[in-house]
């Protein structure tokens, strides 16, 4: 089939995993995106792109919302960055409308400048259901941060401010009380070569859209314009996220991970009700390799792998391993529901 109409990923895979394990699979034919397995008694799994039929509807739904799972982890002693939910004015005005009572419960603007004295800058500013790292802003200022939310407001009615975490970036696959991998992940970066603008550097990479407020924020913080051109040599951050579907890159260190991290991750799922998550980190500090200190950024009940896969064939091999052991256990479900 042409490129455009290629099936997705799981679909791919999925599809080889029934075919060698005698399983039915039904899947969607407009996109290949979602459908079901079913095994001989008819017992059947059902999934949407990388959402499967393994974490209870509840548990995904708090993790979907950052603001209920920083809450609910920071509840039971898991490390989470103080965090503020903030609504837009039209959603407190719409809620004012329906239910008075509860107005009172949300933060606006006023509510931002409080927590942004009180935390101090830099902040990050995201979409409360956001993914793969969409609309993610670092702020710098109390200008930028309104700056910022009357942005994000015009598409997202609820954002939550973060106290920012520097440090190593991982991602964690956790499917029940087992590691899958772990990545670290590096913001989107370009080389200079003494001749190209940074306009041009970033051009050359698919995932970064040259109209990304972001981008021009990320360059000012470094001291760099578009028009810019680096030395030879000298590597510019172009984004505040290090997610792959913004253009990131990604190594494996599972088997570096540290055992404080490897039962932190493992708990936090356990404590929302996951069985198959990826828990984001930040590692502040590995002076001490056995006891690093790290802050658990959120979790996501349905980890896209897609990219990752693309990054070479270590990475593709890595990937199909994963996915080898998550329809494993979506087959073990239907056996044991017999």
């Known amino acids: 089939m042409p490129a455009s109409k290629a099936k997705p990923l799981v679909s791919r895979l999925l599809a080889d995993y029934c075919e060698r394990h005698d399983l039915s699979l039904v899947i969607d034919q407009a996109l290949g995106h979602a459908g079901y397995i079913a095994n001989k008694a008819g017992k059947r799994s059902f999934f949407v792109g990388t959402r499967f039929d393994l974490n209870p509807l509840g548990a995904s739904e708090i993790a979907r919302d950052k603001a209920y799972t920083a809450e609910f982890l920071r509840r039971d002693g898991f490390p989470v960055p103080d965090s503020l939910l903030i609504s837009s004015p039209s959603s407190i005005a719409i809620l004012s409308a329906r239910q008075p009572g509860y107005t009172d419960a949300l933060m606006g603007f006023q509510a931002a400048e409080r927590f942004a004295d009180k935390v101090g800058f830099p902040l990050f500013a995201k979409p409360n259901d956001g993914k793969e790292g969409f609309d993610v802003f670092k702020v710098r200022s109390q200008a930028e941060l309104t700056s910022i939310l009357t942005n994000l407001f015009q598409h997202h009615d609820r954002v939550l401010l973060q106290q920012a975490v520097t440090g190593r970036d991982l991602r964690v696959l956790v499917l029940g009380n087992k590691i899958l991998c772990a990545i670290e992940r590096t913001a989107p970066e370009v080389i200079g070569d003494g001749r190209s603008t940074l306009a041009e550097l970033a051009g050359g990479i ?44 990604a190594r494996d260190v599972t088997q570096n991970l540290p055992k404080a991290i490897t039962d932190t991750a493992i708990a936090s799922g356990k404590a929302l009700g996951l069985s198959y998550f990826g828990a984001d980190l930040i590692v502040e500090s590995d002076k001490d390799a056995s006891a690093p200190d790290f802050t658990i950024l959120e979790l996501n009940a349905a980890p896209g792998l897609s990219m990752l896969h693309r990054l070479g064939p270590e990475h593709a091999e890595m990937v199909e391993g994963i996915y080898e052991q998550i329809f494993e256990a979506l087959r073990q479900t239907l056996e044991a529901a017999d």
Do not use: F, H, M, W
């Open 206 to 249: 698919n995932q970064i859209d040259p109209k990304d407020p972001r981008l021009v924020l990320a360059l000012e913080e470094q001291g760099y314009a578009l028009s810019d051109v680096p030395a030879a040599g000298v590597a510019v951050t172009l984004l505040p996220t290090a997610n792959l579907s913004s253009g990131g890159d």
